[in-house]
């Protein structure tokens, strides 16, 4: 611990950070083959897609805000998918265009029979009502 954190109690022990909890059954999306797996699945359920920048703080912010507020509830209706827009470009890319969605970071697509039935990019993210949207 630096000197400054002896000062100010400040701790370098990043394990005492809190952990978000969350709910979700994350699926990571690295593949463009995927895509017609969740085409194939969003015609029996619906299929989140998340696609988050992991250098955006705006990105990791919705991103935590998404997971704290997630209903448990909504578990069984509802596949979703984690996109790492930087390492997976190209996939991000073909998300875009399979489900004519014009790419935003961070992003959240709510899939049902090969359509895109929701869209929502940025804090407008934090405002889904998912136990709404998938009755």
Not at 88 to 97: A, F, T
Request: glycine share 2%; with cysteine.
């Amino acid at each position: 611990m630096g000197i400054f954190g002896n000062i100010f109690n400040k701790s370098d022990d990043k394990s005492k950070k809190e952990e978000i909890k969350t709910t979700i059954n994350w699926i990571p999306l690295t593949t463009i083959s995927q895509i017609e797996e969740i085409k194939e699945k969003s015609t029996t359920k619906f299929v989140g897609v998340f696609k988050h920048s992991t250098r955006c703080v705006i990105s990791r912010t919705v991103l935590k805000n998404f997971e704290q507020n997630f209903p448990e509830s909504v578990n069984e209706q509802l596949d979703m998918y984690y996109l790492d827009l930087l390492n997976y470009r190209d996939v991000s890319n073909e998300v875009g265009y399979e489900f004519q969605v014009m790419h935003q970071s961070p992003q959240f697509l709510l899939i049902h029979n090969n359509i895109a039935v929701l869209h929502a990019s940025h804090y407008d993210i934090t405002q889904i009502n998912l136990e709404k949207n998938l009755k």
